[in-house]
């Protein structure tokens, strides 16, 4: 999870570092011409939640994003962890959620580019916290939803015997 989460996290520094200085606030780039209707580099700042939502209420993010990284370190070792789909969900919203209170912490609001034209501007640090929560989600579906071990029936085994009465009395 750590690892995935470090991975993450260095991803959406890096990619977020060469918007930075790469572009002006507002600018756009079309790293793939052809595609510059479907998809482009635009830089965006944003003080709210991922995809633009809740602007100017980035203090509330901050705690929120601290609570979400405490409760999944807190809570890891007390997950299903024994499969590496939960650890990659994990450290993918562990990461993600680092990744953007970095931002928040060290700039004031989260640095986004990923342009896609039909959806609000993201970062990889946004993809990661969707992507790891779905992952997760579908987990924890699949598991509520397989058959479940059905105890076997030990074979019935008679009562013991009880001491006979009779039916005639004796007066």
């Given at each position: 999870m750590l690892m995935v989460a470090a991975l993450v996290w260095l991803a959406d520094q890096a990619s977020k570092l060469y918007v930075v200085r790469n572009l002006a606030l507002g600018e756009v780039w079309?790293?793939?011409?052809s595609l510059e209707r479907f998809f482009t580099f635009t830089r965006t700042t944003n003080t709210g939640a991922a995809f633009g939502l809740f602007p100017n209420v980035?203090?509330?993010?901050v705690l929120i994003a601290i609570g979400v990284i405490i409760g999944i370190i807190m809570f890891y070792p007390r997950l299903p962890t024994e499969h590496r789909i939960v650890q990659v969900a994990l450290g993918l919203q562990l990461g993600g959620a680092l990744g953007n209170l970095t931002d928040r912490l060290t700039r004031g609001s989260v640095v986004d580019f990923l342009d896609f034209k039909f959806w609000p501007i993201f970062n990889v640090a946004d993809s990661a916290i969707v992507v790891g929560v779905?992952?997760?989600a579908f987990y924890l579906l699949r598991e509520d939803f397989q058959p479940k071990p059905v105890p076997t029936a030990e074979p019935p085994t008679e009562p013991p015997s009880l001491p006979r009465v009779d039916a005639e009395r004796t007066e």
């Open positions: 079309a790293p793939i011409p980035g203090g509330l993010f779905l992952i997760l």
